[in-house]
């Protein structure tokens, strides 16, 4: 009964408290102080060296969630931080947090752990940042598939990238309490993982998310962050289609991917042969012209400074975008061949004296494969997990741009523009009210065909046409994946971050 009025008085009072209370609704509410004693003490082994560290796991980072299995993180900590002593650079003050967010295909992710990779059996990023001195916030996130029990959909846009700040203001509203500097926070994710991991550096306070921040009850403080690392982001999905098929158009055989989960509720890809219909040639046909009205409008420039020139495409989807793109292929070959690598399969690569020259971008094309049949991300049966990232709590999945939603095949609903725009980086770099990281790494490797290299390059040149800091770098040959570089991931991480 106590704890009853106390709910009554206000959800400021819970600040404090260190039960778990119900509030008149029935539902739990969970205090947000950090527990510095509920921890589990873990010691194991990276490459051969012993770290030490404190698990503090299943961590509810909002007063009243709507699924504690994924609203929940895993907070680790090195052993030495409790000490008082350091690692490398780094001391319980001013040790960076890594934020790996485990999301895949839009779907719900639980909050990672530290430990081996199971299929590599080495490492994973959150393990290795750990022997580095690194604090580790692994938040789980809503996704497109979460019900509550009633059975309704509570995981649908803008849920992750709302459960991924509400992370966030969790470590910044505890940050005396734990060790780790909440003004250090350095995130990561790959693919739909990668997106929201651009999307939390670009979107940083930013009151559009306030509403429904507010109701899960995340704390109330800032939510920005110090850094982003994207791998392969799979984003900017407005203009995702006729990106695809600014690349893609006329390659008209592909290998379609297939996302699900297995029984262990693990992603499982498999490629599925075919060739487009007319019917989606047509479709490809139409999609193509509209991109570089979109680029055109964008007035995105090669490099900085006062030598660069803004980057075009003409009605053929030609132009200096297209060089420029292309100039990427190029630097990662030159770096693939520095390296000793055999390229002379590149056939679409000119080499000559050691130097990569040229690339025939349309060559290149062909080479890598079409890999999604158009519209690329918004089908027009509702078939993609796009589609149901728009969905609402009653239904799986809806439209997300005009041009599917004209030529639908499963109603024609649509999601409602300002959602739409709450799940797209592109929206945030430049708005006012907007705290954006200052570092950016962006990778996406020149085998990925799950969305156009224009996405991340268009991505990474807005931000260095902002003033941010980006390493963009597509690196040579690697298909659509994730943290497979960490020895690099984490050099450029305590480059940015050293104390
Ligand atoms: C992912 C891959 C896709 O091709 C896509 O459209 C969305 C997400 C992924 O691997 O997360």
């Known amino acids: 009964m106590f704890k009853r009025t106390l709910w009554l008085l206000g ?20 205090n947000l102080d950090f527990d510095a004693n509920a921890f589990r003490p873990v010691t194991t082994q990276v490459n051969g060296r012993e770290v030490r560290y404190r698990a503090y796991e299943r961590v509810v980072y909002v007063r009243s969630p709507q699924d504690t299995t994924y609203q929940s993180m895993n907070i680790y900590v090195p052993e030495e931080y409790f000490g008082g002593r350091t690692i490398g650079a780094y001391n319980a003050q001013t040790a960076p947090i890594f934020l790996p967010n485990g999301v895949g295909g839009y779907m719900q992710a639980e909050p990672g752990t530290a430990g081996n ?80 991991s651009a999307l939390l550096g670009a979107s940083g306070n930013n009151r559009d998310y306030e509403p429904y921040l507010t109701a899960l009850g995340a704390a109330q403080t800032r939510d920005d962050i110090f850094a982003v690392s994207s791998y392969c982001p799979i984003t900017n999905l407005e203009n995702a289609d006729a990106a695809y098929e600014w690349q893609f158009g006329g390659v008209n055989d592909y290998t379609r991917l297939q996302i699900a989960r297995d029984t262990d509720f693990r992603i499982q890809r498999t490629l599925v042969p075919g060739t487009l219909t007319a019917e989606q040639i047509a479709l490809s046909n139409e999609l193509k012209p509209t991109f570089p009205a979109y680029l055109n409008g964008l007035r995105i420039r090669s490099g900085s400074g006062g030598g660069s020139s803004v980057l075009t495409l003409d009605q053929n989807g030609n132009g200096s975008f297209k060089e420029y793109v292309a100039s990427f292929i190029q630097a990662s070959a030159q770096t693939a061949l520095d390296a000793g690598q055999d390229l002379s399969a590149a056939t679409y690569l000119t080499v000559s004296g050691g130097r990569v020259t040229a690339v025939d971008f349309d060559a290149y094309v ?58 797209n980086p592109m929206n945030y770099v430049g708005a006012t009210g907007t705290q954006r990281a200052l570092h950016w790494r962006i990778r996406t490797g020149t085998a990925d065909r799950d969305t156009s290299l224009a996405v991340p390059v268009i991505l990474g040149t807005r931000l260095i046409n902002a003033g941010y800091d980006v390493d963009l770098f597509l690196p040579w040959n690697v298909p659509h994946s994730g943290d497979y570089d960490l020895d690099q991931l984490f050099a450029w991480m305590d480059r940015v971050a050293a104390p």
Do not use: W
């Not at 709302?162 to 350095?186: C, H, Q």
């Not at 158009?374 to 041009?403: Q, V």
């Open 117 to 196: 990779d199971e299929r590599t059996g080495s490492p994973n990023a959150a393990l290795v940042a750990l022997s580095r001195g690194y604090v580790v916030a692994a938040p789980g996130a809503r996704g497109r598939s979460t019900k509550n029990a009633a059975g309704e959909f509570v995981g649908k846009a803008p849920a992750a990238i709302v459960d991924l700040k509400a992370a966030v203001r969790y470590l910044r509203y505890n940050d005396r309490a734990m060790p780790g500097n909440a003004e250090r926070i350095i995130s990561n994710g790959t693919s739909a993982g990668g997106a929201l």
């Open 11 to 30: 959800s400021a009072l819970l600040l404090n408290s260190c039960t778990l209370m119900t509030n008149t609704s029935g539902t739990r509410v969970y």
């Open 366 to 423: 062909r080479a890598v494969g079409r890999q999604k049949i158009p519209p690329a991300f918004d089908g027009l049966s509702l078939e993609n997990g796009e589609n149901e990232l728009f969905g609402t709590s009653a239904a799986n999945a809806r439209h997300f741009t005009a041009f599917s939603q004209q030529r639908s095949k499963a109603g024609g609903a649509v999601a409602e523009p300002e959602v739409v725009r709450l799940m």
